[in-house]
């Protein structure tokens, strides 16, 4: 197994378009259920010698199982096994698949013979189980075992592993060791190596180069041209500014039972008539919050949005960009350097933290996301590489510690606000950090081994569980 490396993750790894609310525990449960899906199709294409009847069973262990129902993660698996992708079908149509699979359990494949059947039934093959498989801890909070069946014989198994963001991995059966996928998985020899912060500063200041610059050589090695890439930012962009218009237009009721009322479109309507009293000189200070919570009240109800770096911090970089953008008019290409920046940080975190609440809290969700979007921001206001990483160093340390404790495991209380309020302090940590030389105490490094120790430090009720803390009501 090759090491996975912060300077093998792409921006397209980090910004993932998807549907919410959750990416650990809606997009990561889709993906996996889809590549279950193919793994069987391809399997189940050469069996037309006699009738068959298959059953797929999926099991949802630890933190899936804890707060899966909050999270949709039950209709992201139908959704993944009727051939759904996150990013590709209607989030509608996606949630439709729970109720096309209650009324006819039978999972559609266009290449097998209509001798083989293969069914699915939410309500009997899916299992919400606890933080043992087989007797053994779990490899990871966030375990789910697809099993396709005959009868009692088991046919096909998978182990694969959610690690938030929407990233998931297949483990070995026998093992159980963790197993990178996809590009991950070939080790490039590339032109500016780093897997650190202080390895990307020091790239930066010795090539000269701008620290977008860094990252596009690198992805050109691995196959992915500036044009592609810029692109696809522009897209994600696109899709960041479609969900905050989206959000400030919707009234009503969120689902799940809190009984939480949206307010972006109405505190929206308030700051452009200025009717509101305000604690900034202008209503418009209220814009990054404003912009946050539309996002985040979207992903809340199983909207499309993008990982930035997970579902449940969705609002906190659209916001600061949108209003960055409209502050200083910033170009598109600015915006697409600041996104690129902010992934070199969430990759940072993935590999030497973690970006998943189930492991580490809430710090490394809306944590992660203030520490890139502070970053981004230094970076399209001109700023160094020393201080984008000092920006997002501020970012990390204000968030150590905190804990990750959904009410009735929705992502809404406090995730909605929670993102509104990380919006504000990552501009906060880049006014800081540009007002600086870059020369700080605490390394970004430093902070994301101190990130860790504190995530296993951390009591598992307040690891996305809903057991601990605010989700006790
Ligand atoms: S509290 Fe934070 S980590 Fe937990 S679900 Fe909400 S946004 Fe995600």
Redesign the pocket.
């Given at each position: 197994m090759n090491p996975v490396r912060a300077d093998h993750i792409s921006p397209l790894d980090m910004f993932k378009i998807g549907v919410g609310p959750?990416s650990s525990h809606t997009v990561g449960p889709m993906v996996a259920a889809l590549q279950f899906r193919k793994i069987i199709g391809e399997l189940l294409e050469k069996k037309a010698d006699k009738n068959h009847n298959y059953t797929v069973k999926v099991e949802l262990y630890g933190s899936l199982s804890a707060?899966g129902t909050g999270?949709q993660t039950d209709g992201a698996v139908c959704g993944g096994l009727y051939g759904y992708s996150p990013k590709e079908t209607t989030p509608d149509e996606i949630w439709s698949a729970t109720d096309k699979l209650r009324a006819n359990p039978i999972l559609p494949f266009e290449k097998l013979s209509a001798k083989v059947k293969v069914s699915f039934h939410p309500d009997q093959d899916l299992a919400w189980l606890s933080w043992t498989m087989d007797g053994r801890p779990l490899p990871h909070p966030n375990t789910m075992r697809f099993l396709l069946k005959e009868g009692e014989n088991t046919v096909s198994e998978q182990i694969i592993l959610s690690v938030g963001g929407g990233f998931v991995e297949p483990v070995d059966l026998i093992t159980w060791e963790r197993q990178p996928a996809g590009a991950n998985t070939t080790i490039f020899d590339l032109p500016y190596p780093y897997n650190s912060a202080a390895e990307f500063v020091e790239q930066c200041n010795q090539s000269k180069l701008k620290p977008w610059q860094i990252v596009i050589a690198n992805e050109a090695v691995r196959g992915l041209s500036e044009i592609d890439l810029r692109a696809r930012l522009d897209e994600i962009l696109k899709v960041f500014d479609s969900c905050i218009e989206r959000g400030l237009k919707t009234e009503g009721i969120l689902p799940g039972g809190l009984n939480v009322k949206r307010r972006a479109k109405a505190l929206h309507e308030q700051m452009l008539a200025g009717t509101k009293i305000s604690v900034y000189a202008s209503p418009e200070g209220l814009k990054p919050s404003v912009y946050a919570i539309a996002v985040n009240e979207e992903n809340a109800a199983g909207g499309r949005v993008v990982t930035a770096p997970?579902?449940?911090?969705s609002g906190l970089i659209p916001a600061v960009f949108r209003t960055l953008k409209e502050l200083h008019n910033l170009s598109n290409e600015t915006l697409q350097n600041g996104l690129i920046v902010a992934s070199v940080i969430g990759a940072l975190v993935k590999v030497h933290a973690s970006i998943s609440?189930a492991e580490v809290?809430?710090q490394?969700?809306?944590g992660t996301s203030c520490a890139m979007a502070a970053a981004g921001a230094v970076t399209m206001l001109g700023g160094s590489a020393d201080q984008s990483e000092q920006a997002a160093e501020i970012g990390i340390e204000h968030h150590l510690g905190?804990?990750?404790?959904?009410i009735k495991g929705l992502?809404q209380v406090?995730?909605i606000e929670?993102?509104a309020m990380g919006a504000v302090k990552a501009l906060n940590a880049a006014e800081l950090a540009l007002a600086c030389d870059g020369q700080h105490l605490i390394s970004l490094d430093r902070a994301l081994e101190v990130m860790k120790q504190t995530g296993l430090d951390m009591n598992q009720k307040y690891k996305?569980t809903a057991t601990g803390g605010l989700a006790l009501g």
């Open positions: 959750s707060t999270h997970t579902n449940g911090s609440g809290g809430c490394g969700e809306v905190m804990t990750c404790d959904p992502v406090p995730c929670r993102n996305e």
